[in-house]
């Protein structure tokens, strides 16, 4: 289930996590690119924007040329995620995750932060309200001034796992104020007009749904079924117009398997392999855009709707909206998310 294998992958990734510099470190590897190995060579994107994604404890901008670049490095033990630019590209947000050690009364869960895209500014928006809250997807609202955060509360007890809350709030930037807005629900994506919401909802017995709705959640509906169709879904991103929404997702029939050799044990590592969808808000039928088999894909639009970015652990990808291609244009992350404007 995806809820419990995010917090079980939140466990083990303290021991993953390289050492790195604090995030204070004047000298913490400005100007620092990933290396590429030869199955994953840098590739210039045809999309004509920057993109921002984390790369380990790195949360970097890739320029249209391939080129990437550090804007900052989070603190020992902790990583960010689900980067997105503001509005007018002139902040990004991300949010920054401790892990969960096992030690008793230990503090853990995910802060949300701003910063220039020069890596300078960073500013702490909200901290976990208490032990084991986290993140799981956000998105701006247009006029830059809230942000949407799917609030996620891993409840421990004696070092076990007792249950979840989960729901979507809307935050204000400037003096963090939070009001709910959808319950059971994480990964919201707001349309680019700001008038249509799109989120998943998912219980602990694997069942939910992928839902669209107005911009405060009201008038839900429902687009696709988790538990019959779809084993897991994760990560949905309202296309820029409101018309349709991409999802990464594993499908019932198991024909995920059917890519290249060895991609289906490597997408097993950490859960189900997964491919991109989309579902059509008017029609409500999901189509399969990719055959990548690929561990916790996640995808997002280009500001013109006509090609999705997708950020999986083996990959990072540029996909035609119509499905008619798929390319592998750079290096994979795990845990990761990616943004392009």
């Not at 928006?125 to 809230?146: M, N, S």
């Not at 019959?228 to 499908?251: N, Q």
């Amino acid at each position: 289930m995806l809820n419990r294998r995010d917090f079980l992958r939140a466990s083990a990734l303290l021991a993953l996590l390289p050492v790195a510099c604090g995030g204070n470190d004047k000298n913490s590897g400005k100007g620092d690119t990933p290396s590429f190995g030869a199955s994953a060579p840098t590739v210039a994107a045809s999309v004509d924007g920057r993109m921002t994604l984390p790369r380990e404890q790195r949360l970097m901008i890739r320029e249209k040329n391939g080129q990437e670049r550090l804007v900052l490095r989070t603190p020992p033990s902790t990583f960010p995620s689900f980067p997105q630019w503001s509005p007018d590209g002139s902040r990004i947000a991300f949010v920054q995750s401790s892990v969960f050690t096992g030690q008793p009364g230990a503090d853990w869960g995910s802060d949300l932060y701003t910063v220039n895209p020069d890596g300078t500014d960073p500013k702490l928006v909200w901290k976990h309200d208490q032990p084991g809250a986290q993140v799981q997807g956000i998105c701006w609202t247009p006029d830059g001034k809230e942000l949407l955060i799917g609030y996620f509360l891993t409840i421990i007890k004696d070092n076990k796992f007792e249950g979840q809350q989960t729901r979507i709030e809307r935050l204000e930037v400037a003096g963090g104020a939070r009001t709910p807005l959808v319950k059971d629900a994480l990964y919201p994506s707001l349309s680019k007009d700001g008038t249509k919401l799109a989120y998943l909802t998912q219980q602990l017995d694997g069942t939910g749904a992928l839902f669209v709705s107005d911009a405060g959640g009201a008038a839900p509906v429902r687009l696709v079924d988790l538990g019959k169709e779809f084993l897991m879904i994760m990560g949905p991103r309202i296309s820029p117009d409101g018309s349709t929404v991409a999802f990464s997702a594993s499908h019932a029939s198991g024909r995920e398997q059917d890519t290249a050799p060895g991609a289906g044990l490597r997408a097993a590592k950490h859960g189900l392999p997964a491919d991109i969808w989309k579902v059509a808000v008017a029609d409500k039928t999901p189509v399969r855009l990719t055959r990548i088999a690929e561990d916790e894909p996640y995808p997002t639009w280009t500001p013109d709707g006509k090609t999705l970015i997708v950020l999986a652990t083996g990959g990072l990808y540029e996909v035609a909206a119509d499905g008619s291609a798929t390319r592998k244009i750079g290096e994979g992350a795990f845990g990761g998310q990616v943004d392009v404007r």
